[in-house]
């Protein structure tokens, strides 16, 4: 069985950082996310992909190939205009077959793959929507199901007391080829707002899974910050490279400080970073690979990606800088930024 993986979209609201790149490309625990989510596909047995691409989809093409790096087999689906998020589905039709499964990209999540398939064969569904259950459901749209598990209606961002249960369409979904018919090609479409609706209203076989587990949608610089934090803070349980040195603090490999310097977790370093003396990294700090951190840096609250250089004296808190990013010997406070090399003085 396929896995469609979702990864053209203009990712808008993540920018800057999405400015040059893919959102699913964004790092997560020092590696781009769309390994992460490949890598936990094939650990549930799927070895082979579809990627539907098209926004700096060269990143995507360059970093995975045809998928023998990670042990999978990859194809690329293009589309020549954005297509929307069923469109695009529509478009990858040639690759796909029988029973298949398509996930946004950007929605980090853990899923047991095999109880969700048993669900969706035991009711000979068309489609099997995964849901997640939220705290506070009135920012999204919230399905109404039968006992069967049936979806009768997705109610959009209900008010709280009003809304039919607290489950959200995941992002992740299980279909059968057949349906694919229903989708006009060639056309912008949204799967959420338009496909599933209209599904639904013509009596498909459209069921609701809820899966369990950690879950968070990437889109906003602020889900993107607290996805770090939960990683560090261990509610995220994902398989990281670097070794844990105990007490919150993951070191990858050949990560070499000067004299001095303190480590206050929760921090996530990777591999080959330089450390200069008497540097004060953390609370909560995720440093990418290849980097360097000049002496008496302080750095907190923050994510650098990899090959960033921080100047010594510098201080750096709640920020997100992008690869390569360089900073000078500044404080640096809320900054997000990625395409520029040079950080001033805010
Ligand atoms: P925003 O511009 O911030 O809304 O982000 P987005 O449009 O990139 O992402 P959105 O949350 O709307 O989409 C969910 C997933 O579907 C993401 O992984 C996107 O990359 C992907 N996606 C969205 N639209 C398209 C599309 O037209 N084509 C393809 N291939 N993927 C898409």
Redesign the pocket.
């Known amino acids: 069985m396929k896995a469609l993986?979702?990864?053209?979209?203009?990712?808008?609201?993540?920018?800057p950082l999405?400015e040059n790149l893919?959102?699913?490309m964004a790092r997560v625990g020092n590696r781009p996310w769309l390994e992460h989510l490949i890598l936990h596909y094939k650990a549930q047995g799927v070895s082979d992909f579809v990627l539907?691409?098209?926004?700096y989809r060269e990143l995507i093409e360059s970093c995975f190939g045809d998928g023998s790096r990670l042990g999978v087999r990859i194809e690329y689906?293009v589309?020549k205009e954005?297509?929307?998020?069923a469109?695009?589905v529509k478009?990858a039709e040639p690759f796909l077959d029988g029973r298949f499964i398509v996930v946004?990209?950007?929605?980090i999540h853990q899923v047991d793959l095999a109880s969700a398939l048993a669900f969706h064969e035991r009711r000979g569904a068309d489609v099997t929507i995964c849901l997640t259950e939220v705290d506070d459901p009135s920012p999204y749209g919230v399905v109404e199901q039968n006992e069967d598990g049936r979806i009768l209606r997705f109610v959009e961002k209900p008010k709280k007391e009003e809304a039919p249960s607290n489950r959200i369409n995941a992002?992740i979904y299980i279909m059968e080829r057949s349906v694919l018919e229903r989708i006009p090609a060639g056309v912008?479409v949204?799967i959420e707002k338009e496909t599933f609706p209209q599904w639904i209203a013509s009596g498909a076989g459209v069921y609701g899974h809820p899966i369990g587990g950690y879950w968070m949608?990437m889109?906003?610089k602020a889900r993107y910050r607290q996805l770090h934090w939960d990683l560090l803070d261990g509610r995220f349980p994902l398989p990281t490279d670097g070794e844990d040195a105990g007490e919150g603090i993951w070191l990858g490999e050949n990560v070499r400080t000067g004299q001095g310097v303190l480590f206050v977790p929760p921090v996530m370093i990777g591999d080959d970073v330089t450390i200069g003396d008497r540097a004060v990294i953390g609370p909560y700090a995720v440093i990418g690979s290849g980097s360097r951190i000049g002496s008496q840096v302080r750095l907190s609250r923050s994510i650098l990606w990899d090959r960033c250089k921080v100047h010594g004296g510098a201080q750096v808190n709640e920020c997100i800088l992008g690869s390569g990013m360089r900073v000078g010997p500044h404080i640096l406070h809320e900054a997000v930024c990625n395409r520029i090399r040079e950080v001033q003085r805010p």
């Open positions: 993986l979702l990864a053209g979209g203009l990712g808008t609201r993540l920018r999405t893919p959102k699913p539907a691409v098209k926004y689906s589309e954005l297509l929307g998020t469109g695009a478009n946004n990209a950007d929605i992002g912008a949204s949608d889109g906003t």
